[in-house]
């Protein structure tokens, strides 16, 4: 037996969520790999999941955790042997195959990496899925060749998981950063990231023109719809937009000027599917481009018990930074 935020529905629909001790007999087949969970985390599809906001999971009963960090107690798949440190992230890990708020997990070897030199369980928690999109965001901008001495970085939605850990990085790398949020009293919090600004999200999420004055060298958008709409408006000639997030919604009320009078780019960001080989690069950019310390200071450590009532502060906007669990 072993222990599990496990979420259910009835043929009626209704919905549970609760603390389970679950029978290993029941743990997927299609796993090759059955790992020891040490840590997991709360990103804010598990707050979906958790409070039944949205369709994320597909198959019931579900094992929730689109996270995990452990160690590998049986492995059928050649790359990996007992006492091997792995990272999962996504792979519709807690939506279609049990995920990794639980003890154990039974999880594809293909989709695990190792433990990069120079983190841990917990620290590889504290990135979570919502730090290794931040990396990608990264990675994204400079692969359209955004460096620092062109011009100042947007970070939206910046007291999420996402974006704190996206300040965090480009700080380092000697951008200069500009966080949008809502929570007026975060601003330090913000600054000790590395933010050079903080402005009221409110000024990006109303309806705007097209195309507004030119400002942003590159953005990380963790909120869609008209923050990124005017987020694409004010970008400078050239300038690239990476779109990571939906918190404001899924709609983009946007028009072609900014990419046709500009040339800005818009680039979209997966963190679920990517391939092993970025995945790998992200993880390994993430052990050497991120300061420990910095990461200490905008996670928290909760336990199993504590997972369900956290996931409601995520879908209430009332969380601040990452969330690890320790399980």
Not at 242 to 258: E, N, Y
Request: hydrophobic share 40%; charged share 20%; aromatic share 4%.
């Amino acid at each position: 037996m072993f222990k599990a935020l496990f979420l259910q529905k009835n043929e009626q629909g209704e919905f549970k969520a609760s603390i389970e001790q679950i029978d290993e007999n029941q743990l997927p087949e299609t796993g090759d790999v059955l790992v020891q969970i040490s840590h997991s985390t709360l990103n804010y599809k598990d707050g979906l999941a958790i409070c039944n906001k949205s369709p994320v999971v597909r198959q019931w009963p579900m094992v929730a955790g689109i996270d995990g960090a452990g160690t590998v107690l049986e492995s059928a798949h050649p790359n990996f042997k007992p006492g091997d440190e792995i990272i999962l992230n996504g792979f519709g890990v807690g939506e279609t195959h049990w995920g990794c708020l639980a003890e154990k997990a039974k999880l594809k070897g293909d989709w695990l990496i190792k433990m990069p030199a120079g983190l841990n369980a917990e620290q590889a928690m504290g990135i979570g899925t919502a730090g290794y999109t931040a990396m990608l965001c990264v990675l994204g901008l400079e692969a359209h060749g955004v460096k620092p001495e062109h011009g100042e970085i947007l970070v939206t939605g910046a007291t999420g998981g996402v974006g704190s850990v996206a300040i965090a990085l480009l700080s380092k790398l000697g951008y200069t950063v500009v966080a949008t949020s809502g929570k007026a009293d975060q601003t330090d919090f913000l600054k000790n990231l590395g933010a050079a600004e903080v402005v009221d999200r409110k000024a990006l999420s109303e309806p705007g023109k097209p195309l507004q004055r030119e400002r942003w060298a590159g953005v990380v958008d963790c909120v869609g719809s008209h923050t990124l709409a005017n987020a694409c408006a004010q970008t400078k000639y050239g300038g690239t937009v990476t779109a990571c997030g939906l918190a404001q919604g899924m709609d983009l009320p946007s028009s072609v000027a900014p990419f046709i009078l500009r040339g800005v780019t818009l680039k979209g960001i997966d963190s679920v599917m990517a391939p092993l080989s970025v995945r790998e690069e992200a993880w390994r950019r993430l052990a050497s481009d991120l300061d420990v310390e910095k990461l200490h200071s905008l996670s928290r450590l909760l336990t199993l018990d504590d997972a369900i009532e956290a996931a409601g502060k995520i879908m209430a906007g009332t969380n601040i930074g990452r969330v690890i669990i320790k399980i």
